[in-house]
C-alpha cells in the first residue's frame, strides 16, 4: 500500500511554461484535495474533488486546474506559472468527503524563475 | 483572512520539557480541530484531534485542551524528545454533513534540544 504518491519531487519552471504534478492513491478514497505550503501562512487548499468527475475550487484556486477522471489520479495543471506559485504543493486523501483523517503526500516542491 | 490563529511561530524546548502550541479561531461552526505534525521533506500526518464537546483529549505524551467560550485550543507536549523536533500545524474543519475542508493555521516549528 503506497499511500499518496506525487510525483515530481522536485521541479523548476521559467515564467509563461505549463506543467501538471501528478498525484495518485492506491487506498479508494473518495475524497483527494490540493494545497500550497508557503512560508509563515500554513497549508491553504487550492482545489478539492469528492468523487471522480467531480471538482470545486479552494481557498486559492487562481492559476491552477484540477480533473478527476479516476478515483485514484487527481492531478493539478498549471496553465502559465508565474513566480507567485512558487511553493510546496500536497496532494491529500480521505476515505470521503465527511471523514476528518486527511492522509498527505510527500510533496512538490516547485520553483518558477 | 486567517481564521485559524497559531503561535508562537518557532519554540525551543529543552528535552524533557513541556511544549506548549497555542490556537486560536473565529467560525464557532468549526466542529473538529486536529493538529498535524511535519517532519522536513515529508507530508503532514495526523497527530491529534479533538471535537469541541470535550475539554480534553489524550494520547501518550500528546494532550489536546480545548476552550469552547474562548475558541482557543493548544496541544502539550510533555517529557519532549529531540524526535519531536517537527513542525505543528492545528487546524479546524466544518462539520455536520459539509465537505471536510481543513484551515490550517500558520504552523510552529519546534526544536527539541538535547
Known amino acids: 500500500n503506497a499511500g499518496v504518491t506525487q510525483t515530481p519531487k522536485f521541479q523548476v519552471l521559467k515564467t509563461g511554461q505549463s506543467m501538471t504534478l501528478q498525484c495518485a492513491q492506491d487506498?479508494?478514497?473518495?475524497?483527494m484535495s490540493w494545497y500550497r505550503q508557503d512560508p509563515g501562512m500554513g497549508l491553504r487548499l487550492i482545489h478539492y474533488?469528492?468523487?471522480?468527475?467531480?471538482?470545486d475550487q479552494g481557498e486559492v484556486p487562481n492559476g491552477y486546474n484540477v480533473s478527476r477522471s479516476t478515483t485514484e489520479d487527481f492531478p493539478l495543471r498549471l496553465l502559465s506559472a508565474a513566480p507567485s506559485q512558487t511553493s510546496v504543493y500536497f496532494c491529500?486523501?480521505?476515505?470521503?468527503?465527511?471523514?476528518?483523517?486527511?492522509?498527505f503526500g510527500p510533496g512538490t516542491r516547485l520553483t518558477v524563475t | 483572512q486567517q481564521q485559524v490563529k497559531q503561535s508562537p511561530q518557532s519554540l525551543i524546548v529543552q528535552k524533557g520539557g513541556i511544549s506548549i502550541i497555542n490556537c486560536a479561531y473565529e467560525n464557532t461552526a468549526f466542529d473538529y480541530f486536529p493538529w498535524y505534525q511535519q517532519f522536513p521533506g515529508k507530508g503532514p500526518a495526523l497527530l491529534i484531534a479533538i471535537r469541541p464537546d470535550v475539554s480534553e483529549k489524550k494520547e501518550g505524551r500528546f494532550t489536546i485542551s480545548f476552550n469552547k467560550s474562548a475558541k482557543q485550543f493548544s496541544l502539550h507536549i510533555m517529557d519532549s524528545q529531540p524526535g519531536d523536533s517537527a513542525t505543528y500545524f492545528c487546524?479546524?474543519?466544518?462539520?455536520?454533513?459539509?465537505?471536510?475542508?481543513?484551515?490550517f493555521g500558520t504552523g510552529t516549528l519546534l526544536a527539541v534540544q538535547p
Open positions: 487546524a479546524a474543519t466544518l462539520g455536520r454533513g459539509a465537505t471536510n475542508k481543513l484551515i
Open positions: 491529500a486523501s480521505s476515505y470521503d468527503r465527511l471523514s476528518y483523517e486527511q492522509y
Open positions: 474533488s469528492v468523487g471522480a468527475g467531480i471538482t
Open positions: 487506498m479508494n478514497h473518495e475524497y
